[in-house]
């Protein structure tokens, strides 16, 4: 199944979209929130570190390696290193960003893993690492059989999608918490903060839209040659 349009055209506004998700979500944590730090003496500088390495990582990165197979006009096999490889980075940002967040806690002196969106965070991070690893080992390296590989495609395809999805719902639920502590802390509801937190979640589901659209649609004119190559579900 795949849609009638050309996949590049949504890949540039995914491009575009999540530059501009990556600048909100800094000038949150660094103009409105006072920076990142891994060491400080106010934690909640440690605590930045977590919406921002998620945000790049697991969405941003994570989003652009489910595209390259839509958005870079290469060989098959030189897509599979660029999309294992970037989702290896994703996959290494989201691990610091979570062992920001739980810094943040032990240093603070919060309960660790209390929250729904700590629950769903830690299977989302456990997915997609074991994602991860199962498309290396039956994709890359040593690979599977043939037909492993054939069977295993669409099911990588579907549950690599489901946990982008899940990690997507995660984070808008991460900003809606933290902006509800914020509120009750004292800032205003209708405040400039307010607006540009839950616009930042916004703008990254608009993000994940175009990352999604861009896998259901046609391929560009050198993956159509590419026998075998991926192809969308
Ligand atoms: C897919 C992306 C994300 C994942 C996998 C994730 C995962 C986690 C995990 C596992 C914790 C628990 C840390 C602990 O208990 O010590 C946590 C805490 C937290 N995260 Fe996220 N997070 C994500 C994105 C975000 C974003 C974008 C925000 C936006 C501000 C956010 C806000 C929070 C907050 C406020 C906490 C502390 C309160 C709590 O534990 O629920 N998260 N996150």
């Known amino acids: 199944m795949a849609l009638a349009v050309k996949a590049f055209p949504l890949t540039v506004v995914s491009h575009v979209v999540g530059i501009v998700a990556m600048i909100m979500v800094l000038v949150w944590t660094i103009h409105f929130r006072g920076g990142l730090a891994w ?3 106010n934690k909640n500088l440690i605590f930045n570190i977590h919406p921002v390495l998620m945000l790049l990582g697991l969405i941003i990165i994570g989003g652009e390696a489910i595209m390259s197979y ?5 060989r098959k096999e030189v897509k599979k290193v660029i999309h294992l490889v970037l989702h290896g980075v994703a996959l290494g940002l989201g691990i610091v960003g979570i062992i920001a967040a739980f810094k943040n806690h032990n240093e603070s002196g ?3 893993l209390y929250s729904l969106h700590s629950w769903i965070g830690i ?6 690492g074991l ?10 390296y040593p690979g599977g059989s043939g037909d492993l590989r054939r069977v295993s495609l669409p099911w990588h395809v ?11 719902g995660n984070s808008a639920l991460g900003f809606l918490e933290k902006l509800t502590f914020l509120e009750s802390g004292g800032i205003p509801k209708y405040g400039t903060e307010a607006f540009l937190v839950n616009f930042t979640a916004i703008t990254t589901i608009i993000f994940a839209v175009f990352v999604i659209l861009s896998v259901i649609s046609q391929p560009c004119a050198q993956q159509e040659d590419d026998h075998g190559a991926y192809s969308a579900i």
């Open 110 to 112: 919060i309960a660790n």
């Open 123 to 128: 299977g989302v991070i456990s997915l997609y």
């Open 131 to 140: 994602q991860w690893v199962y498309g290396f080992a039956t994709f890359f």
């Open 39 to 41: 060491e400080a003496v």
């Open 158 to 168: 579907v549950f690599g999608l489901a946990v982008y999805v899940l990690a997507v």
């Open 70 to 74: 839509k958005s870079l006009p290469l």
